[in-house]
Nanobody, 124 residues
Framework: QVEVVESGGGSVQAGGSLNVSCVAA????????MTWFRQSPGKEREGIAA????????HYADSVKGRFTMARDIGKKSVYLTMSGLTPEDTATYYC?????????????????WGQGTQVTVSS
């Protein structure tokens, strides 16, 4: 059973930076893709960044492209999201997901394992 655990986040003023981290603990098998989603009240969960553990190719949503960077540490089964140029529109709960079943990387229904989420708040 894979347990996904996020850490980091917090509060920052607009224009600032924050980092969030995620580890997929308890996994004895191969994790092919890990993805960050975010969700704010009243909105759908949005896939924002994903990374393939083999090769390191990434996907980014247009809303974060050029501002967010995702990286991985295969040995630690961890991924990291560096967020810069933050705006109040980035305020949300950020979730890490693993157990990708295939299909569209940004579709939350394609993931089996989820973390509990970590809050990111950006003030103007």
């Amino acid at each position: 059973q894979v347990e996904v655990v996020e850490s980091g986040g917090g509060s920052v003023q607009a224009g600032g930076s924050l980092n969030v981290s995620c580890v997929a603990a308890g996994s004895s098998g191969h994790i092919n893709l890990m993805t960050w989603f975010r969700q704010s009240p009243g909105k759908e969960r949005e896939g924002i960044a994903a990374i393939y553990t083999v090769g390191g190719d990434t996907h980014y949503a247009d809303s974060v492209k050029g501002r967010f960077t995702m990286a991985r540490d295969i040995g630690k089964k961890s991924v990291y999201l560096t967020m810069s140029g933050l705006t109040p529109e980035d305020t949300a709960t950020y979730y890490c997901a693993a157990g990708f079943r295939g299909g569209i990387w940004s579709d939350p229904s394609k993931y089996k394992n989820w973390g509990q989420g970590t809050q990111v708040t950006v003030s103007s």
